[in-house]
């Protein structure tokens, strides 16, 4: 028996429209839910592990990847995903931290305007000490927050979520071109607690992904005198800073095609370098309470004040960094 073409298309139709939605949900749904601990893929280091494994907060388990110092970590940091992207794409920054003695976590959950609900239930749960890394490893005092585009505005919140339970070991933040969403104002003022603790940006060049780095307001607000560095660009083009820096330089060689077609550019294994050269060492710093002046400037109008690692980049014309500003 035959059907006319008429009776045929809507079967068709609806075909159609489910292998839309499964693509759909391949690409939007957020990560599969959270198994035993195991070891990250292809992950070598002589001086650290990653692992992936749940941690349980409110009886609610949520899949994390753990990167483990061999010895006793000096502090934790939260180094949180993207919109539509998962842990696996910061691994190789994440790996750059840990090698610093710095224990690094990161929450594979949807990052939707930095997913609030989220950040408070995390802030909470490590300000009352609940979190449980894997490997017998203890959970060190001092926090980071810290994270990438919307994870950076989650990382902001939870922080924020740390300062209001009065943790008195938040030691500050490190955002990676974070794309700032409601309360992220007060969010970071928060954290930085009238300049007491360092909030501290790597930034890209302005583009539509990083929403023109619509940050930078709620940075420069802080008045700390130095809030992080925007990497270099290398022209213009009809008036718009175009190569160089990317908004996805913080996941380098861990993107994929999803990641270089949202960003709108590649990651430069050169920015990617200079990004992780100053989140090590911050981190580095955050944690063990040291100083590493080359990183720095005292004040952010005044290239002078600035430590060479910053001179070496902003003082020149193009190819044109600067500190935030």
């Known amino acids: 028996m035959t059907h006319s073409p008429s009776r045929r298309m809507p079967r068709l139709l609806a075909s159609i429209a489910g292998t839309v939605a499964v693509i759909a949900t391949a690409l939007v749904a957020g990560p599969p839910p959270a198994t035993a601990a195991t070891s990250c893929s292809g992950y070598s280091s002589s001086s650290t592990v990653c692992v992936s494994s749940p941690i349980t907060v409110g009886g609610t388990s949520y899949a994390a990847d753990w990167y483990l110092p061999n010895g006793t970590a000096s502090g934790l940091m939260l180094v949180e995903h993207g919109f ?16 610093q003695g710095v224990m690094v976590f990161c929450v594979d959950e949807d990052m939707t305007a930095g997913n609030p609900g989220l950040a408070t239930t995390i802030g909470n749960a490590l300000a009352d000490r609940t979190v449980v890394p894997p490997n017998g490893k203890a959970l060190p005092a001092k926090y980071i927050v810290g994270g990438h585009s919307a994870g950076g505005q989650f990382a902001a919140l939870v922080g924020q979520q740390l300062a209001a339970r009065g943790y008195a070991n938040l030691k500050g933040a490190i955002l990676f071109d974070p794309v700032a969403a409601e309360g992220f104002s007060s969010a970071v003022s928060a954290i930085s607690a009238g300049g007491t603790r360092p909030v501290l940006t790597v930034a890209a060049r302005p583009s539509v992904i990083n929403l023109f780095n619509n940050s930078f307001g709620a940075l420069n607000d802080l008045n700390t005198g130095f809030a992080g560095i925007q990497l270099v660009w290398t022209k213009f083009v009809l008036g718009s800073p175009t190569g160089g820096s990317c908004h996805i330089d913080s996941e380098g060689e861990n993107t994929d095609f999803i990641g270089i077609a949202g960003a709108l550019c590649s990651p430069n294994a050169t920015q990617t370098a200079r990004l992780r050269d100053f989140a090590k060492t911050w981190a580095k710093d955050l944690a063990t309470g040291s100083h590493t002046a080359s990183h720095y400037c005292t004040d952010d109008t005044n290239v002078a004040t600035c430590g060479s690692a910053v001179k070496d980049l902003v003082d020149r014309s193009l190819p044109l960094a600067a500190p935030i500003r």
């Open 84 to 99: 539509s992207r998962s842990c696996k794409h910061l691994r190789g920054t994440s790996k750059a931290l840990a090698e």
